[in-house]
């Protein structure tokens, strides 16, 4: 089992930026693909970015694309969602998650095992 803590959220104007991070302990982290979605109010959760337990591959909602960029040190067990040109619209709940030992990354929520607490992320207009 691995566990995750989110950090770096917090208010921001529209057009401002903001850097999350998910840092881990636990078993290898470094070998597993994480995830990041959010929940916005009154919404379901929602996919937002991913990338392969190798950083090589990295894949994102179309709202976000362009936007937010998802990146990982493994040396120090961390991935990062750097969040720019922000809209209100990405106001939520964001939480990071980690997938499976050498498991490719996905969009769904079903390819991960373990989840964060969550950051709450607001945009104002």
């Known amino acids: 089992q691995v566990q995750l803590v989110e950090s770096g959220g917090g208010l921001v104007q529209a057009g401002g930026s903001l850097r999350l991070s998910c840092a881990a302990s636990?078993?290898?982290?470094?070998?597993?693909?994480v995830g990041w979605f959010r929940q916005p109010p009154g919404k379901e959760r929602e996919f937002v970015a991913a990338?392969?337990?190798?950083?090589?591959?990295?894949f994102y909602a179309d709202s976000v694309k362009g936007r937010f960029t998802i990146s990982r040190d493994n040396a120090k067990n961390t991935v990062y969602l750097q969040m720019s040109s922000m809209k209100p619209e990405d106001t939520a709940v964001y939480y990071c998650?980690?997938?499976?030992?050498?498991?490719?990354?996905?969009?769904?929520?079903?390819?991960?095992?373990?989840w964060g607490q969550g950051t709450q992320v607001t945009v104002s207009s």
């Open positions: 636990g078993r290898t982290f470094s070998r597993c693909p």
């Open positions: 998650a980690v997938g499976r030992t050498y498991q490719s990354a996905s969009s769904s929520q079903q390819g991960y095992n373990d």
């Open positions: 990338i392969s337990w190798s950083g090589g591959s990295t």
